[in-house]
């Protein structure tokens, strides 16, 4: 990931003794250790996910895939909904 815009960045108060800066040699080390850490993290979302996907409640599987994937066709979301209004606990809200 580049950024561009190199003069424009959200306020984030560091610890004192620390500050921002970019790549420089010397820091192979701390990059492969970030990229190590990264990996494991996405690894177990990717985990959690694909369990909450295949056992989750419909609900779950619904929000997860519209919200949070962005990853559900028109199909699906009707699917799941229909699914959703036929649950005993499902009371359709009126507006």
């Known amino acids: ?15 004192s003794g620390y500050t ?5 040699a010397g820091f192979e080390k701390q990059w492969a250790d970030l990229m190590f850490a990264v990996e494991h993290v996405v690894m177990n979302l990717s985990k959690s ?27 699906e979301e009707e699917n799941l909904l229909e699914q959703i209004y036929q649950t005993l606990n499902y009371n359709k809200r009126s507006n």
């Open 1 to 15: 990931m580049t950024k561009t815009d190199t003069t424009n960045y959200s306020r984030f108060e560091l610890p």
């Open 20 to 24: 921002i800066c970019g790549y420089q």
């Open 49 to 75: 996910i694909d369990f909450l996907l295949e056992n989750a409640g419909v609900v779950i599987k619904y929000r997860l895939r519209k919200e949070i994937l962005h990853d559900i066709t028109q199909t």
